[in-house]
């Protein structure tokens, strides 16, 4: 994140830091004994109720408030669901895949309203896939080993695995996609199927990425899921990272926005 005057209304400090940092230093919250840094950000949660389930005790923990006006958040979550229509990404769907058409209407408007105002995003398991697609990738609309509750995942910046639930059919098609950073895979699927052909064996199963110039982060596993507080923080992290640090992002008005919108 970029300095400024505006600082998010969210934050209180005494500090002279708060001239510069919406964050005048890192409080954390302990969480089945684990330290999560305090993000202290709003969010915008997309989905029905049902897919809103365990955000308020995850990012609760990491000190983010929840509006539900896209426009007086820092950044918004598009939660898990349904499958992403196929035909979003140019693809005719197979039997396994189940679409909610009016959920991707809602979505795609919420994209587009963020892409207009520099709203930063993040997206977890159907909502990495959705992202993903609108930055121009494709979609595995079947694979397998992902939908068993749980697998490791190899995280590149730490050299380091970590549990994360798995409760997923689809993930996107591993591409080198314009901008894109690839933070986390595995090598869990053996099996995957699109619309148009199939393929076995081993396989980079892309599990968290970014484009950082775009403020975008997609995460396949959920960390609002209880049960992984490990995977958890290292979400909380990387949204700190990839969002409120991101040099591409700054407080004006005193919300997060993307730089290069803003300023246009």
């Known amino acids: 994140m970029q300095e400024d005057t505006n600082i998010s209304p969210t934050v209180t400090t005494n500090s002279s830091e708060s001239q510069t940092n919406a964050r005048s230093y890192h409080l954390r919250h302990i969480y089945d004994g684990v330290a999560f ?17 365990g955000y308020t005790h995850w990012l609760g923990r990491a000190g983010c408030r929840f509006v539900d006006d896209p426009l007086e958040a820092d950044f918004v979550i598009f939660t898990g669901g349904a499958d992403v229509a196929p035909h979003l990404y140019d693809e005719k769907p197979i039997a396994e895949t189940h679409a909610d058409p009016e959920r991707d ?48 995942i190899f995280v590149f910046g730490e050299n380091k695995k970590y549990r994360a639930s798995s409760v997923h059919h689809q993930m996107a098609r591993p591409e080198a996609l314009p901008g894109f950073k690839l933070l986390a ?3 869990t699927s053996k099996f995957r199927k699109t619309g148009s052909w199939e393929s076995t ?11 950082p110039d775009e403020c975008i982060l997609g995460i396949q596993g959920h960390p609002e899921y209880p049960g992984f507080p490990n995977y958890s923080e290292l979400c909380i992290r990387l949204i700190d990272e990839w969002i409120y640090d991101n040099p591409k992002t700054i407080y004006k008005g005193g919300k997060l926005r993307i730089t290069s919108i803003i300023n246009k």
């Open 105 to 152: 209407k809602a979505d795609l408007e919420l994209y587009d309203l963020c892409r207009t105002h520099g709203i930063p995003m993040v997206g977890i398991c159907r909502g990495s896939q959705f992202l993903w697609t609108r930055m121009g990738g494709k979609l595995f609309q079947h694979v397998d080993n992902h939908n068993d509750g749980e697998h490791e």
């Open 185 to 187: 895979n595995s090598c």
């Open 201 to 211: 064996g081993p396989s980079s199963d892309f599990e968290i990425w970014t484009f």
């Open 37 to 53: 840094t305090e993000l202290n950000l709003r969010v915008c949660l997309s989905g029905p109720p049902e897919d809103r389930w």
